[in-house]
């Protein structure tokens, strides 16, 4: 095993600002840490980066997974996840089929445990309990079927982070074709998993059963536009979801989801976006969204409604195009900071990793960029 020494220091003049802060009575907002997987052949990596103040970012470690990366862009969302506590980070390894935990810690992440993650390529993992579920693509060649389609496989993790696979979890989403998979996500209650099928145009949910694992049999239907890419879940059984359209102009799609039965309702709201909208991302009240147009080049911004409505940020029209903002090439995934101060954006087309500051009303301005492999996927923010 690989061991990295994070690069993490603190600087002079923040430790005495901090402490006059305290010394006052002052309260202290707590430094950001955003984490991507390098993806890379020879070793994947969680590279972490500390977020200043102001949003600017700077690289402070890399942490083995002792797993192995594509060495190429994915075409997903979450790959990484933390849980609800924000004391476990777990990280797919699509090069060599596995999955990996780590403990996070104030200055870094300590590696916990390496497992087989069910499939032949884990691209997308989610959290909810001490619940782990991993979307796997299948090769479309080996005799085995959990590895030759795609499929979701199940893990349970200890008090330590050890990851427990869950026996009898592994369900196939597919049995005749492969469907290019882009996410795996739990709803808000940990009732129902979601996938979403970019090369059937399709919805996938499985209802969870009460010893942990998925109903044999998954509920389907059609996306209100192709592609089906990456979603988040809001309250009230809401999820938006982001609809590349082949990589022509795309869509955020919201739709409600039953909680007890698994199905999805017809869209609810639908906002026209830019070119092959693929990520997309809340605002902690619900009441903003950020999606990414990867073939644009931007970030494209949308209003919810408590209906579930969609609409766009901006009201200025250009040949029924919304006005975006621009995040560089081959944008691909994106997070907010946990205080929705910043966004950052993952530009594979680039190499970099992008920090944006936002306003009080939800607009955003660019910070800094620093590199990152081009392989890189997944982020996330704490």
Not at 12 to 17: F, I
Not at 82 to 95: I, M, Q
Not at 97 to 107: D, V
Not at 288 to 308: C, D, E, P
Request: with cysteine; aromatic share 8%.
């Amino acid at each position: 095993m690989r061991k990295h020494d994070s690069k993490f220091h603190l600087d002079q003049r923040l430790l005495a600002g901090l402490t006059l802060a305290v010394g006052l009575g002052l309260s202290v907002p707590a430094s950001a840490v955003v984490y991507t997987a390098s993806n890379e052949v020879t070793a994947n990596e969680i590279i972490a980066f500390d977020v200043e103040r102001d949003g600017t970012l700077s690289e402070i470690g890399r942490f083995d997974t002792q797993g192995a990366g594509t060495g190429t862009p994915l075409g997903n969302q979450s790959a990484l996840a933390t849980d609800a506590s924000d004391r476990w980070l777990f990280a797919v390894n699509p090069g060599d089929g596995t999955l990996t935990s780590f403990r996070l810690q104030e200055k870094g992440l300590q590696f916990v445990d390496l497992e087989d993650s069910g499939g032949y390529r884990p691209i997308s993992v989610t959290v909810f309990g001490t619940l782990v579920y991993v979307l796997n693509e299948g090769d479309g060649a080996s005799t085995d079927p959990y590895y030759r389609y795609d499929n979701i496989s199940g893990f349970r993790f200890t008090a330590g982070g050890l990851l427990e696979p869950i026996p009898h979890s592994t369900r196939i989403i597919d049995d005749t074709q492969l469907t290019a998979p882009a996410q795996v996500g739990f709803n808000k209650s940990g009732t129902v998993l979601l996938i979403t099928e970019k090369a059937t145009d399709t919805l996938t949910t499985f209802v969870m059963q009460q010893d942990g694992t998925p109903a044999a049999t998954p509920l389907k239907r059609p996306s209100a536009v192709p592609t089906p890419f990456g979603f988040q879940f809001g309250d009230r059984d809401f999820v938006f979801i982001t609809e590349a359209n082949g990589g022509a102009q795309g869509v955020t799609a919201s739709y409600r989801i039953d909680r007890e039965t698994g199905a999805v309702s017809d869209a609810v709201g639908l906002v026209q976006q830019e070119d092959a909208t693929c990520w997309t991302v809340l605002n902690a009240d619900q009441t903003l969204g950020y999606s990414t147009n990867t073939a644009s080049g931007t970030v494209s911004i949308y209003r919810i409604g408590f209906a579930g409505n969609l609409n766009p940020f901006f009201q200025r029209f250009q040949q029924n195009r919304v006005s975006s903002v621009p995040t560089g090439a081959g944008v691909r995934d994106a997070v907010l900071s946990q205080n929705n101060l910043h966004l950052f954006t993952l530009n594979n087309g680039d190499g970099e990793l992008r920090s944006f500051n936002l306003n009080r009303r939800g607009a955003i301005r660019p910070v800094n960029a620093v590199s990152i492999p081009d392989s890189a996927t997944g982020l996330m923010s704490r």
